[in-house]
């Protein structure tokens, strides 16, 4: 006998039989459970009077028969009632009655009763696993930076502004600063992270509270070390997930191909003149914009490319903190792109401080608000580089996910604050 929790999904009556599905804790896919009117009356009252969206448990038996192609198959007695809903619920959990994004955003937490949400989430849960795995296994120390801050890193335009007692404070956009200066001390660290950003627009590829992986390491020769890390992180992840999560990626119609490293790489004047002879405009002094970088996917994508990195970014396109080629143009600045979208960036760091005051100053900042970081630079940074990883722009090309609000539960975008 096995006690199983969870929520009914699905009730159907069919002749003595009542067979009923339930969202449960251990499975993806629900629980569906059998009662024989004949083998226990009273049991089969009760469970017929129930509605869906009951929280309950349940004694029973696995069946001869286990899998059934919806879940688990139980024939069960004993029930125990937990909680009834006081109404309707508002969303089909069983998955027949499909929502729209904003009925799901705002119901998330009840729709993940459903097999396909609760796929994504376990897939989510599943891409971090494999990240602190990988990363863990290869030397790096998971760490924690403040969310609360007092300088940004990424440009001040996207900063969410705070009253800290007498100062003004932000919110983190990254931990950029902080796991640098954590260089000062330890090799290898990395933090799976918020990132708050106020980025006005509304767009299927921003969330104004995204999660990254964020990986910095020392001792670099190059940039080129950074990103042998971040292709071998990305390419254990998918793998992983490829493996561990068969059952979850079948619910979501995703065929998911074994990932090979090395990626390839273009440098970003490459990347211009492929874009230009397609007949696009393009700037070659500023980030490539969103329109820009889908077509440079489907360029990739002919060549056979789905991961590609592209390289030495101008430092006119850059923060302050990028090291910069000799010519003073180019940067050691790198993005990572899945089908034709951003997942990552990074790069190897400037680590001499006076040169890391011009580029803060050149970049017109005062190096005054970045003291506590220049400080770091003062007792002994070694070179160093690395990247923030986006989970939900990851999750969006495993899952082949239309908008990154789909990706995570309790959106933050320019018009939801609540749930
Ligand atoms: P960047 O600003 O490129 O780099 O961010 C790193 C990665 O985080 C994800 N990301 C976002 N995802 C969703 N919505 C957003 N608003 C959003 N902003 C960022 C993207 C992006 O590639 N400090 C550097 C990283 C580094 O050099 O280590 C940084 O934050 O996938």
Redesign the pocket.
């Known amino acids: 006998m096995e006690r199983i929790c969870g929520w009914i999904i699905r009730k159907k009556l069919v002749g003595r039989v009542a067979i009923i599905e339930i969202s449960g804790d251990r499975y993806t896919k629900p629980y569906v459970l059998v009662f024989k009117k004949d083998r226990n009356p009273e049991e089969y009252e009760l469970i017929q009077g129930l509605s869906i969206g009951t929280a309950l448990c349940f004694e029973g038996e696995k069946a001869r028969e286990q899998k059934s192609r919806r879940g688990i198959e139980y024939v069960a007695d004993k029930v125990e009632v937990y909680a009834e809903p006081l109404k309707p619920l508002p969303v089909d959990t069983s998955g027949k009655v499909p929502a729209l994004l904003d009925t799901r955003i705002r119901y998330r937490y009840i729709l993940l009763r459903n097999p396909l949400e609760k796929a994504i989430l376990k897939i989510r849960a599943g891409i971090l696993e494999a990240a602190r795995e990988y990363l863990r296994k290869n030397g790096f120390l998971e760490i924690h930076t403040p969310k609360i801050v007092a300088a940004g890193?990424?440009g001040g335009a996207?900063l969410f502004q705070l009253q800290y007692f007498e100062h003004r404070a932000y919110l983190s956009?990254?931990?950029?600063l902080y796991?640098q200066m954590l260089i000062a001390s330890i090799p290898r660290v990395y933090e799976i992270t918020p990132?708050f950003?106020a980025?006005k627009f509304n767009t299927i590829?921003?969330?104004?509270e995204?999660w990254?992986i964020?990986?910095?390491q020392a001792f670099v020769k190059s940039e080129e070390d950074v990103m042998n890390t971040l292709e071998e992180l990305v390419a254990y992840i998918i793998n992983y997930v490829r493996t561990n999560y068969e059952e979850e990626l079948e619910l979501l119609n995703v065929e998911l191909k074994p990932v090979h490293t090395p990626f390839k790489r273009i440098k970003f004047a490459e990347a211009i003149e492929m874009l230009e002879t397609e007949g696009m405009k393009v700037s070659s002094t500023e980030d490539v914009t969103d329109a820009a970088e889908k077509k440079l996917g489907e360029i990739m994508a002919e060549k056979g490319y789905d991961l590609y990195f592209i390289t030495k970014f101008p430092w006119s396109s850059t923060?302050f903190?990028?090291m910069r080629e000799e010519d003073g143009i180019y940067t050691r600045?790198f993005?990572?792109d899945y089908k034709g979208?951003?997942?990552?960036?990074?790069?190897q760091?400037e680590h001499r401080y006076y040169k890391l005051v011009e580029a803060i100053r050149e970049k017109g900042l005062d190096p005054r608000d970045f003291e506590f970081y220049l400080e770091a630079f003062k007792y002994g940074i070694p070179p160093h580089?690395?990247?923030?990883?986006?989970?939900?722009?990851?999750m969006m090309k495993i899952l082949n996910l239309s908008n990154?609000r789909e990706a995570i539960v309790f959106v933050r975008d320019r018009t939801r604050l609540v749930p």
């Not at 979208?341 to 790069?347: K, M, R, V």
């Not at 580089?385 to 990851?394: A, I, N, P, Q």
Request: proline fraction near 2%; charge should be negative; glycine fraction near 18%.
């Open positions: 890193a990424e996207t956009q990254s931990p950029q796991k990132y950003r980025e590829r921003h969330l104004n995204s990254g964020d990986v910095e923060g903190y990028y600045k993005d990572l979208l951003e997942i990552a960036s990074g790069g760091r580089g690395g990247f923030g990883l986006g989970l939900e722009r990851l990154i």
